[in-house]
């Protein structure tokens, strides 16, 4: 039999979460960068983000990030823009949702950008005339059924 000469097993890679409970300092965008809100992931470390200024782009996940920041569509994320590349970027921070909060109070988010919904915002169509959810019966009606 060989012997384990490794440092551990797939419980070490993973490691302590300690950060989830210390608050960190709310970090707003630089010259660069830019706030964007996940629309959908696409696997291999990419993901489909509408950035704030209005346009799409692909996302790339920093190295940094992978497999120990989970980010999920509708999230709120700062991305680096890249000179060479309008329509690509590359994700540097992930927002807690109360720090997403915070900025939308502080006004770096637009008030059209909808938080904490599994679906990206911009779809605010469907509250003006898509209320077919909800159907009222009359008495007389019930009584036919």
């Known amino acids: 039999m060989p012997k384990n000469k490794g440092k551990g097993g797939k419980?070490?890679?993973r490691g302590k979460n300690e950060a989830e409970d210390e608050k960190r300092e709310l970090v707003f965008k630089e010259d660069g960068q830019e706030y964007a809100q996940v629309l959908r992931m696409l696997g291999n470390g990419r993901c489909e983000a509408l950035c704030i200024d209005g346009t799409k782009r692909?996302?790339?996940i920093r190295g940094k990030m992978h497999k120990k920041v989970w980010i999920a569509s509708g999230d709120i994320i700062l991305v680096g823009l890249r000179d060479?590349?309008?329509?690509?970027a590359d994700v540097i921070l992930k927002?807690?949702?109360?720090?997403?909060?915070?900025?939308k109070a502080y006004s770096e988010l637009p008030e059209?950008?909808?938080l904490n919904e599994g679906i990206?915002?911009?779809m605010d169509d469907?509250?003006?005339g898509g209320g077919d959810d909800y159907v009222e019966f009359e008495d007389e009606d019930i009584?036919?059924?």
């Open 95 to 103: 927002y807690q949702p109360d720090e997403a909060r915070l900025l």
């Open 11 to 13: 419980n070490r890679k």
């Open 120 to 122: 990206a915002g911009g």
């Open 112 to 114: 059209n950008v909808r």
């Open 126 to 128: 469907e509250e003006d």
């Open 143 to 145: 009584d036919k059924i």
């Open 58 to 60: 692909l996302c790339h």
């Open 84 to 88: 060479y590349q309008d329509d690509k």
